[in-house]
Nanobody
Framework: VQLQASGGGLVHAGDSLKFSCTASGSSLESYVIGWFRQAPGKEREGILCETYSDGTPYCADAWKGRFIVDRDNYKNTAYLQMNSLTPEDTAVYYC???????????????WGQGTQVTVSS
């Protein structure tokens, strides 16, 4: 599967932003889609959020309520909505896919190219 992320850009503090991650070469339904980010000069953080193939969302505690994930399997596209952005959210954001099969052990083996988000104060 190939992943194409879009939706980044320059925004102001307090704004919202919605990313899209479109899959090609394989059906999105076969994958769990996860979202990650890497801030300037820092290592990539652990998973922010992910959506399971049936649309069930999960976000790590730090992002619950502010980040919202969704997907449309018919459009082969997953989404990450980020609200109340702050300058600390400035980073490159990535979507990634892991197989829905053997879900307990599957790894994020497929990555999108990353999209830059810059939040100004």
């Amino acid at each position: 599967v190939q992943l194409q992320a879009s939706g980044g850009g320059l925004v102001h503090a307090g704004d919202s932003l919605k990313f899209s991650c479109t899959a090609s070469g394989s059906s999105l339904e076969s994958y769990v889609i996860g979202w990650f980010r890497q801030a300037p000069g820092k290592e990539r953080e652990g998973i922010l959020c992910e959506t399971y193939s049936d649309g069930t969302p999960y976000c790590a505690d730090a992002w619950k309520g502010r980040f919202i994930v969704d997907r449309d399997n018919y459009k082969n596209t997953a989404y990450l909505q980020m609200n109340s952005l702050t300058p600390e959210d400035t980073a490159v954001y990535y979507c990634a896919a892991r197989s829905r099969y053997f879900i307990a052990t599957s790894q994020f083996d497929y990555w999108g190219q990353g999209t830059q988000v810059t939040v100004s104060s």
